[in-house]
């Protein structure tokens, strides 16, 4: 069966200290996809990565990075120099690749609530 | 283009009533998904639409959720004799469509607040 577990519910920090949000996955499919969203306190879920599991490249873009371990079944999410502007709810995601036409819905974890003080 | 749109942003609504919950995916894509969101928790798969047909609604909790997507663009989802436990976010994302061994990345609606009094 398919599952994502964040095992942090909330985390604070303080302005400009590094932060790493946990993603742990279950699932028996050899081809599957991760994905990260944002979720402001507007509501609205925002598209962060991508990653297919043939790929294990880790990947940075900003102040942004992520840690891919198919040997932990993890995909963590790192912020650096945390900013305000970065206070959020965070899901981590996977689905399983579609076959013949049909897609994969995603299936999501619980979130980490990020609060970054000033 | 414009993203996702969902309307309304905010439905209040009694016990036992009919509401409906409209999205319009980003132009040209194909596959529509709604997912439910209560409080503090992920999103949950509703259903998923591919063009015009429902191609999965393994999600949808009972025979009181129903959605439509007649003309493979705007989808509806339907609820009927609504009850307290329903209130939730309704969120609707959609993606382009590929065949073959692939997912495509889901792009999510600002979401409809439901609120069953």
């Known amino acids: 069966a398919q599952k994502v577990t964040q095992a942090q519910t909330e985390i604070s920090v303080v302005e400009k200290e590094d932060v790493t949000l946990d993603c742990v996955y279950e699932t028996r499919d050899t081809t599957y996809y991760l994905f990260w969203y944002k979720q402001p306190p507007s509501g609205e879920l925002v598209f962060l990565i991508r990653?297919?599991?043939?790929?294990?490249q880790n990947e940075i873009s900003g102040r942004y990075s992520w840690n891919f371990q198919k040997s932990t079944s993890s995909f963590n999410f790192t912020i650096t120099a945390s900013q305000v502007v970065d206070s959020a709810v965070y899901f981590c995601?996977?689905?399983?690749?579609?076959?013949?036409?049909?897609?994969?819905?995603?299936?999501f974890g619980k979130g980490t609530k990020l609060s970054v003080k000033p | 283009g414009a993203g996702v749109s969902q309307t309304p942003s905010n439905k209040v609504t009694e016990k036992g009533k009919y509401v409906e919950l409209r999205c319009d995916p980003i132009?040209?894509?194909?596959?529509l998904y709604w997912y439910r969101q209560s409080l503090g928790q992920g999103p949950e798969f509703l259903i998923y639409f591919q063009g015009t047909g429902a191609a999965d609604d393994s999600g949808l909790p009972n025979d009181r959720f129903f959605a439509v997507r007649p003309e493979g663009s705007v989808s509806t989802l339907k609820i009927q004799r609504t009850e307290r436990g329903d209130s939730a976010v309704y969120l609707c994302a959609s993606s382009l469509y590929s065949r073959g061994l692939s997912t495509d990345t889901q792009y999510f609606g600002p979401g409809t607040r439901l609120t069953v009094l």
């Open positions: 132009s040209g894509h194909t596959a």
């Open positions: 995601a996977l689905s399983e690749a579609g076959y013949g036409g049909s897609q994969g819905n995603l299936i």
């Open positions: 990653r297919n599991s043939f790929d294990e």
